[in-house]
């Protein structure tokens, strides 16, 4: 049997009014988990089993409490951008320069932007951050489709004017829109 939590009656109360005030599942499963440990004394195995939650799981919100206090017994949403080097506002405004030279162009060069991206942060970063930038900030990539340089624009028009396309053997193979 593990080591009784000796917390001070503050603490006691704490984890008494996280269970009245628990607003899902999970908040009052891990107020109830510290509850039965320090109330009543139970192990960290048949707490487990009597709240469905893994060994490693009851454990884990054992020492979150004593490290971290409360916080460990609310959802707190966790994820997001965690390894940004700018937030959303920073990007925008680190943008804003070449946004003005795009409009006079036309053309925004992205090679351009890394460059400038680098020296921004510090530190060397693979080209798809800066075009990852870009689609955040709602720029997409706008270029014509290809054509062959020696290509006849009055053959193609002749050839579509006069194709077998408008057949009724292929009808039946093509796509209904």
Not at 24 to 34: D, I, T
Not at 83 to 88: E, G, I, K, R, V
Not at 145 to 168: G, I, L, Y
Request: net charge positive; glycine share 6%; hydrophobic share 40%.
């Amino acid at each position: 049997m593990g080591r009784k939590i000796e917390l001070s009656a503050r603490r006691r109360d704490e984890i008494a009014c996280a269970l009245k005030r628990a607003k899902s599942k999970e908040e009052y499963q891990r107020a109830l988990c510290l509850w039965l440990r320090v109330e009543q004394g139970l192990p960290a195995r048949a707490i487990a089993e009597m709240l469905g939650i893994s060994f490693g799981g009851v454990r884990n919100i054992h020492s979150g409490y004593l490290k971290l206090g409360e916080r460990i017994l609310t959802n707190v949403p966790t994820g997001g951008r965690l390894h940004a080097n700018m937030n959303l506002t920073e990007e925008k405004a680190f943008l804003a320069p070449f946004e003005k030279a795009a409009a006079k162009s036309g053309i925004l060069v992205v090679s351009d932007i890394h460059k400038a991206y680098e020296n921004c942060v510090g530190c060397k970063v693979p080209a798809s951050t800066v075009y990852r930038l870009l689609a955040r900030q709602g720029w997409r990539k706008v270029a014509p489709r290809p054509s062959h340089p020696k290509a006849d624009v009055d053959a193609q028009e002749a050839f579509k004017k006069t194709s077998q396309r408008n057949c009724a053997n292929l009808k039946r193979w093509t796509k209904n829109h």
